[in-house]
């Protein structure tokens, strides 16, 4: 089953790490994905753009376009991944493994997926 890990932390915090912290953080992340992807269980991977790049497109009798993503949490959603795991602790463990800076990780299956054809 595929379950997307979605990282969550304090954006304007994250954005003023140095360069060295930046660098340990990823790192310690690149331990966890190597492992993944050694086991063939490793999908798409993305950092977001900082949220004052964000638009929201909102349902309602006519749809309307916001500028920010608008959500109501202290955290930001910084990026995914997504993973291949036989059972949600195992999504859970792979999890676990990224923490170490604060924030959290979300943890939810996928239901449907399709690669497309982008290129990075």
Same mark, same amino acid.
């Given at each position: 089953?595929?379950?997307?890990?979605?990282?969550? =932390?304090?954006? =304007?915090?994250?954005?003023?790490?140095?360069?060295?912290?930046?660098?340990?953080?990823?790192?310690?992340?690149?331990?966890?994905?190597?492992?993944?992807?050694?086991?063939?269980?490793? @999908?798409?991977?993305?950092?977001?753009?900082?949220?004052?790049?964000?638009?929201?497109?909102?349902?309602?009798?006519?749809?309307?376009?916001?500028? @920010?993503?608008?959500?109501?949490?202290?955290?930001?959603?910084?990026?995914?991944?997504?993973?291949?795991? %036989?059972? $949600?602790?195992?999504?859970?463990?792979?999890?676990?493994?990224? $923490?170490?800076?604060? @924030? %959290?990780?979300?943890?939810?299956?996928?239901?449907?997926?399709?690669?497309?054809?982008?290129? %990075?």
């Amino acid at each position: 089953m595929l379950y997307s890990i979605l990282c969550y =932390n304090l954006e =304007n915090v994250v954005g003023a790490w140095p360069k060295e912290k930046e660098e340990a953080v990823m790192a310690h992340h690149g331990k966890i994905l190597n492992e993944l992807a050694a086991q063939g269980r490793l @999908g798409p991977v993305a950092r977001l753009m900082p949220t004052t790049t964000a638009t929201t497109v909102r349902a309602g009798r006519e749809p309307v376009v916001l500028d @920010g993503p608008f959500a109501e949490t202290k955290e930001q959603l910084l990026g995914f991944y997504v993973v291949d795991c %036989a059972t $949600l602790d195992d999504a859970l463990d792979a999890a676990r493994g990224m $923490l170490g800076e604060g @924030g %959290a990780f979300e943890v939810r299956p996928i239901r449907a997926f399709s690669p497309g054809n982008l290129r %990075a």
